[in-house]
């Protein structure tokens, strides 16, 4: 049960794109279409921001996408704002289990 | 709009238990699983395990098996995660998050525990 591989940083200038890697195995991320990403502010609790790789709940901003390839799965923000500077963590069903990325800090320059 | 409260925070001795409750409330509390995640000081999300609201079925994460157990009180609609023989990298925030499918689409507040002698 290790966790997903994150980048531990990643960094844009607002009103460009970043697209944020999870990769996992054939067990987890490459296995099943249940990769979920939660956004956290310092202090706060996570926030769902999408599930099954690409669905997005109602009142995320539709700049937030996700997309999966294989064992990869890929968080990609546009038009990057001030607001969306926090971490970022994958998650995926592994079959009755679930396992989180390292996470990854999106800095909005 | 579901909201879950969760107890306050605990400070513990190690070699101790620590039970944390989580009341969820904006929803039929038995139409939905509960996951209690952890996060350590600086660190990552980490799953610790599930409980079925309904059933009372439970599913932990290997690294927690021994030492948590998950449960839910119907009659008052709350949810427990107790965890035993508490070390010192078990100092975190413990959070109970509402699973709806395969993802956590509502989360407590967070509990921190911090254990020291």
């Known amino acids: 049960q290790s966790a997903l591989t994150q980048p531990r940083s990643v960094s844009g200038s607002r009103g460009q794109s970043v697209t944020i890697s999870c990769t996992g195995t054939s067990s987890d991320v490459g296995g099943y279409n249940y990769v979920s990403w939660y956004q956290q502010h310092p202090g706060r609790a996570p926030k769902l921001m999408i599930y099954?790789?690409?669905e997005r709940p109602s009142g995320v901003p539709d700049r937030f996408s996700g997309s999966k390839s294989a064992n990869t799965a890929s968080l990609t923000i546009s038009g990057l704002q001030a607001e969306d500077e926090a971490d970022y963590y994958c998650?995926?069903?592994?079959?009755?289990?679930?396992?989180f990325g390292t996470g990854t800090k999106v800095t909005v320059l | 709009q579901a909201q879950l409260v969760q107890s306050g925070a605990e400070v513990k001795k190690p070699g101790a238990s620590v039970k944390v409750s989580c009341k969820p409330s904006g929803y039929t509390f038995t139409s939905y699983g509960l996951t209690w995640v952890r996060q350590a000081p600086g660190q990552g999300l980490e799953w610790m395990g599930w409980i079925s609201a309904y059933y009372g079925s439970t599913i932990y994460a290997q690294k927690f098996q021994d030492r948590v157990t998950l449960t839910t009180d119907t009659s008052t609609s709350t949810a427990y995660m107790d965890l035993r023989s508490l070390g010192f990298d078990d100092t975190a925030v413990y959070y109970c998050a509402r699973g709806s499918g395969r993802h956590l689409d509502y989360w407590g507040q967070g509990t921190l525990v911090t254990v020291s002698s």
């Open positions: 099954d790789v690409s």
């Open positions: 998650c995926s069903y592994a079959g009755s289990f679930y396992v």
